[in-house]
């Protein structure tokens, strides 16, 4: 079955390092995204992105975060400069695009990536 | 402010006895509205997507259904392995908001 990838599993970065999490989206999906998800807290929508650009994003997804599809594969969220409030587990998700519908439908999660800011 | 919210927080559960969760949402402009089990340690798992008010959606022994306000995730007569939390998640068409989550355990 289908799924997706993330790597690393854990990153560990001081703070002020700049960081590039990867996914590998499902391979015919056409939408990805990424959330985040504090120890102990709700999971947090960051950014959508779709046809090479991103869709919607989140309050929480300012200056210091950008993603990139630089292949037809990879998917990646790069946190340029991480601040201690930055540590949190990213999840990557993919979904088809059912026509009309623009994205709505069932996302596939992957495993994640834990990121220490120390 | 739109919101999101989950109830119970923790439910403590038998093998075999029925019970429901509770999904309330205030945002405008559903889109949609899903559900989602996440085991410790991992991604969520999709389970249903509901868009309209009275839609029911089934699998094996849950059950979910929506309101103009709520949504409700039936699980009946569940098993050890029904135990992990249970999210729900909106999309408003400007963003997609999760609930805190209601942890479920089903004790054998």
């Known amino acids: 079955e289908p799924e997706v990838t993330q790597t690393p599993s854990h990153q560990v970065t001081q703070m002020g390092q700049e960081v590039i999490l990867r996914c590998v989206p499902i391979?015919?999906?056409?939408?990805f995204y990424w959330y985040r998800q504090i120890l102990g807290q709700k999971v947090e929508f960051l950014v959508s992105f779709y046809n090479n650009e991103i869709s919607e994003k989140s309050e929480i997804f300012d200056d210091q975060f950008s993603v990139e599809r630089p292949d037809g594969s990879n998917f990646t969220l790069k946190i340029r400069s991480t601040k201690l409030e930055d540590s949190a587990m990213y999840f990557c998700a993919s979904s088809e695009d059912p026509s009309g519908s623009g994205g709505l439908n069932e996302q596939f999660f992957g495993p994640g990536t834990r990121l220490t800011v120390l | 402010e739109d919101q999101v919210t989950q109830s119970p927080e923790a439910l403590r559960l038998q093998e075999g006895e029925s019970s429901s969760l509770n999904c309330s949402y205030t945002v405008s402009g559903l889109r949609g509205l899903f559900w989602y089990r996440q085991d410790p340690g991992k991604g969520p798992e999709f389970l249903f997507t509901l868009y309209s008010a009275g839609e029911e959606k089934e699998k094996e022994r849950l059950k979910a259904t929506l309101t103009k306000k709520e949504s409700f995730l039936h699980i009946t007569a569940p098993k050890p392995e029904d135990s992990a939390t249970y999210l729900c998640?909106?999309?408003?068409?400007?963003?997609?908001?999760f609930g805190p989550g209601t942890r479920l355990s089903v004790l054998p």
């Open positions: 391979s015919n999906h056409l939408y």
């Open positions: 998640a909106v999309d408003y068409g400007q963003n997609f908001v």
